[in-house]
C-alpha cells in the first residue's frame, strides 16, 4: 500500500540510550542495525522505533524526537500494524518486530515530557535491507506471512545452570526445519509469574504465531506450566494437548500423566510440551504438520476447513 501521504515527517539519532533524540534531514540505514550513528542500532529486534505524527503532536508540536523515536510517520495508523508488516522507504525494509514496550524506569524522557508515550503508541522494527532515507520520503506498507516462534523451557535445575537445557534447542531445531523464524528462546525456573509474563509479552508486544513451551506439566508442587497457561488464555485449544497425550499414550501409558495445555491469546497459539527430548521430538512431529493450518486460520491468512458444500 502506497500513498503520497503516508511519508517521513521527521528522522531523529541520539548517541545514548534513553535520551531524548535530534532530528536530522536525512540518515543511513544499515541492515540488520539500525540508523548508522544512533544508539538504539545493534543485533536485536527493536533497531529502529517509530511513532506516528497524529500522536506525538498531542504533547508537543515540532519537538520531534521528544520521546526517543527515530522516525516519525504521518499518514500510517502505527496501531493497526501487526508484527511482520514491512515499511518499505526508498531501497530500505523494515519489519515490524514489536509493538509497544514495558516501561521500567522513567528515563530522561518520562522526566523531562511528564509522561512517555512510547510504551503505547510506538512500534519497533528490525533493518531488513539498508539503505539511504530523508524527510519526506514516502512510505510503503506491505503485510508480511512469515511465520514466527518462540520456544520457553521451564526448569528450576536447568535455570540454575545445574543442568543442560536439550529440550528447548531442539524445539527450535525442530520448529525452524519447519518454516518458523524463532524469534526467542528463553530458560525459566517452574515459576507461574514469571512464565505468565513473558507469554504475554510475546503474545501483546512481539505477536508471535506460535509459543511451544517445554517442561512442568508433571504432578510435582513446581509444575505450573499447564496453570500459568490457561491463565493468559482467552480460548483454550485442549484438542492439540488432547491429541499429544493420545499419541504419547501409543508410546508410554505414562503420557497420561501429563497435564499439559494448549490455548490461544490474541492471535498467538501456546502448546505444551512435556520436558524430555524425547517426548518434545515425537510430540512435534506428530503436531507440526496441522499447526500451520490452524495458525492461518487465527491470523486470517487462510479459510475454514469445514466443507463448504455441506
Not at 514516502?138 to 545452570?161: F, H, M, P, Q
Not at 497425550?245 to 512435556?274: F, H
Request: neutral net charge; hydrophobic residues 35%.
Amino acid at each position: 500500500m502506497r500513498s503520497a501521504d503516508s511519508k517521513i515527517k521527521a528522522i531523529c539519532i541520539s548517541k545514548k540510550r534513553g535520551t531524548a533524540k535530534l532530528p536530522v534531514n536525512k540518515a543511513h540505514i544499515v541492515e540488520d542495525w539500525g540508523i548508522e550513528g544512533d544508539a538504539h542500532g545493534g543485533k536485536w529486534h527493536r533497531q529502529i522505533s517509530l511513532i506516528a505524527y497524529e500522536k506525538i503532536r498531542v504533547y508537543v508540536d515540532e519537538e520531534y524526537g521528544a520521546f526517543g523515536e527515530n522516525i516519525v510517520t504521518e499518514g500510517i495508523d502505527l496501531g493497526k500494524l501487526i508484527v511482520g508488516t514491512r515499511l518499505i522507504i526508498n531501497d530500505a525494509i523494515l519489519e515490524i518486530t514489536q509493538i509497544g514496550k514495558d516501561c521500567h524506569s522513567h528515563c530522561q524522557i518520562y522526566k523531562r515530557m511528564g509522561d512517555c508515550i512510547m510504551p503505547r503508541e510506538g512500534i519497533f522494527a528490525r533493518v531488513i535491507k539498508g539503505g539511504s532515507i530523508k524527510t519526506g520520503d514516502s512510505i510503503t506498507v506491505e503485510k508480511n506471512s512469515v511465520l514466527s516462534a518462540a520456544v520457553i523451557t521451564l526448569s528450576d535445575r536447568g535455570y540454575r545452570g545445574e543442568r543442560e537445557d536439550k529440550s528447548g534447542p531442539l524445539a527450535a531445531h525442530m520448529l525452524e526445519k519447519d518454516g518458523y523464524i524463532v524469534e526467542e528462546k528463553l530458560l525459566l525456573p517452574d515459576d507461574g509469574p514469571m512464565l505468565k509474563k513473558e507469554l504475554i509479552r510475546l503474545c501483546d508486544q512481539r505477536q508471535i504465531c506460535l509459543i511451544i513451551t517445554t517442561g512442568g506439566t508433571g504432578f510435582s508442587e513446581r509444575d505450573v506450566t499447564p496453570e500459568a497457561t490457561a491463565d493468559v488464555c482467552h480460548r483454550m485449544a485442549r484438542g492439540i494437548s488432547e491429541a499429544i497425550r493420545a499419541y504419547s499414550m501409543t508410546v508410554t501409558k505414562r503420557a497420561m500423566l501429563s497435564r499439559g495445555e494448549s490455548g490461544i491469546r490474541g492471535k498467538t497459539l501456546i502448546v505444551n510440551l512435556p520436558g524430555s527430548p524425547g517426548a518434545v521430538r515425537e510430540c512435534l512431529e506428530y503436531i507440526l504438520p496441522e499447526l500451520k493450518h490452524g495458525i492461518g486460520i487465527l491470523r486470517g491468512t487462510e479459510g475454514d476447513c469445514g466443507n463448504e458444500n455441506k
